[in-house]
């Protein structure tokens, strides 16, 4: 058993909240994004927030610090669309391997400065992975429901890459997150699955889908329960949901999942909905009593936040959570 798995066993674990809110505060420009490196770069990329890994690494472990001086226990990489396929937007699927690779270094020099301050509290490093900018099983076309922007092996391809960046720059396990078509995440849970066995290594994988809407199903149409049996055969460290919904919402899902999954239950919600500026309204207050309650109802293993949450957000949901007990993993019984 691992160390981040032994302490599962005793208490709740906190993730860290939004990278990509955090970067925004910074009100980077063209110039800033670019650096010195990709000063005379033909292509605009302002918005390409994982090649901050490369061009501005000091802000990217500036922002992993402020979530670790709250308490947070795991820090997410900076890398949730670092992919082949995303990075084709930016014309930059060659330094894929690369900002993996650094994004996994920057978090991990903080995450062991942490550490070793205070032994008692180890910090460790999800290598974020995004849910890439094409689905597997749904058309973009309205017009051609038969076509699809992308497949199952260069989904395979492009996440094996990206996974391999992560473990070699010291992700102590990864973060299949924002899933909305469940094949997506199919794809990358079979690449780790292959990673496992060429590097004999123990990778923990930590799985995380997001409900589009109130209907309680992912954008592929699947519900909560219909994603669980679908990637429970990676044998996940833990199951959950993020994104997309605010707390308040997400309640009803996380505990259907908890109350169906036979392994650990997740959560990073949104601070809320969008309002019309796409910002988040939700208080640090609001929220941990939300967060809160789930703990209190038995539901969380793992708690952080998603857009819009802060370290103030992350702070106030330690502070309500800590004390609460782990949700214990019921055992399976084999008929």
Same mark, same amino acid.
């Given at each position: 058993?691992?160390?981040?798995?032994?302490?599962?066993?005793?208490?709740?674990?906190?993730?860290?909240?939004?990278?990509?809110?955090?970067?925004?505060?910074?009100?980077?420009?063209?110039?800033?994004?670019?650096?010195?490196?990709?000063?005379?770069?033909?292509?605009?990329?302002?918005?390409?927030?994982? =090649? $901050?890994?490369?061009?501005?690494?000091?802000?990217?472990? &500036?922002?992993?610090?402020?979530? %670790?001086?709250?308490? @947070?226990? /795991?820090?997410?990489?900076?890398?949730?669309?670092?992919?082949?396929?995303?990075?084709?937007?930016?014309?930059?699927?060659?330094?894929?391997?690369?900002?993996?690779?650094?994004?996994?270094?920057?978090?991990?020099?903080?995450?062991?400065?942490?550490?070793?301050?205070?032994?008692?509290?180890?910090?460790?490093?999800?290598?974020?992975?995004?849910?890439?900018?094409?689905?597997?099983?749904?058309?973009?076309?309205?017009?051609?429901?038969?076509?699809?922007?992308?497949?199952?092996?260069?989904?395979?391809?492009?996440?094996?890459?990206?996974?391999?960046? =992560? $473990?070699?720059?010291?992700?102590?396990?990864?973060?299949? &997150?924002?899933?909305?078509?469940? %094949?997506?995440?199919? @794809?990358? /849970?079979?690449?780790?699955?292959?990673?496992?066995?060429?590097?004999?290594?123990?990778?923990?994988?930590?799985?995380?889908?997001?409900?589009?809407?109130?209907?309680?199903?992912?954008?592929?149409?699947?519900?909560?329960?219909?994603?669980?049996?679908?990637?429970?055969?990676?044998?996940?460290?833990?199951?959950?949901?993020?994104?997309?919904?605010?707390?308040?919402?997400?309640?009803?899902?996380?505990?259907?999942?908890?109350?169906?999954?036979?392994?650990?239950?997740?959560?990073?919600?949104?601070?809320?909905?969008?309002?019309?500026?796409?910002?988040?309204?939700?208080?640090?207050?609001?929220?941990?009593?939300?967060?809160?309650?789930?703990?209190?109802?038995?539901?969380?293993?793992?708690?952080?936040?998603?857009?819009?949450?802060?370290?103030?957000?992350?702070?106030?949901?330690?502070?309500?959570?800590?004390?609460?007990?782990?949700?214990?993993?019921?055992?399976?019984?084999?008929?």
């Amino acid at each position: 058993m691992n160390r981040i798995e032994q302490l599962l066993q005793d208490r709740i674990l906190f993730l860290d909240g939004a990278m990509g809110t955090m970067i925004q505060k910074h009100k980077l420009t063209e110039e800033q994004y670019r650096g010195k490196r990709f000063a005379d770069y033909q292509h605009d990329i302002k918005g390409n927030n994982d =090649l $901050l890994c490369l061009t501005q690494p000091q802000i990217i472990e &500036e922002i992993h610090g402020q979530f %670790l001086a709250v308490g @947070a226990d /795991i820090i997410e990489t900076n890398t949730f669309n670092a992919n082949a396929i995303s990075m084709e937007d930016y014309h930059m699927v060659d330094l894929v391997y690369e900002i993996n690779l650094e994004g996994a270094k920057i978090a991990r020099k903080i995450a062991d400065e942490y550490t070793a301050k205070n032994p008692d509290k180890p910090r460790f490093v999800a290598g974020s992975i995004g849910p890439t900018t094409k689905l597997a099983s749904m058309s973009p076309d309205v017009s051609n429901p038969g076509f699809r922007a992308t497949d199952f092996d260069r989904l395979h391809a492009a996440f094996k890459e990206q996974a391999k960046g =992560l $473990l070699d720059g010291g992700a102590d396990l990864l973060l299949i &997150e924002t899933i909305t078509d469940t %094949l997506n995440a199919k @794809a990358a /849970i079979f690449a780790i699955m292959e990673l496992r066995e060429e590097r004999s290594e123990e990778i923990p994988v930590m799985i995380s889908g997001t409900i589009t809407d109130a209907s309680g199903r992912t954008l592929s149409g699947q519900t909560v329960e219909a994603f669980w049996y679908s990637v429970s055969h990676a044998n996940p460290l833990s199951i959950g949901l993020n994104c997309a919904l605010g707390a308040d919402q997400m309640r009803p899902f996380i505990k259907e999942l908890s109350d169906k999954a036979w392994c650990r239950i997740s959560a990073h919600p949104n601070a809320g909905l969008p309002n019309e500026f796409g910002e988040y309204d939700e208080t640090p207050e609001s929220m941990s009593e939300v967060v809160g309650e789930f703990a209190s109802s038995g539901f969380l293993n793992i708690v952080g936040g998603c857009c819009g949450t802060t370290p103030e957000h992350l702070k106030a949901i330690i502070d309500r959570v800590q004390q609460e007990k782990p949700r214990q993993v019921p055992e399976v019984v084999n008929s």
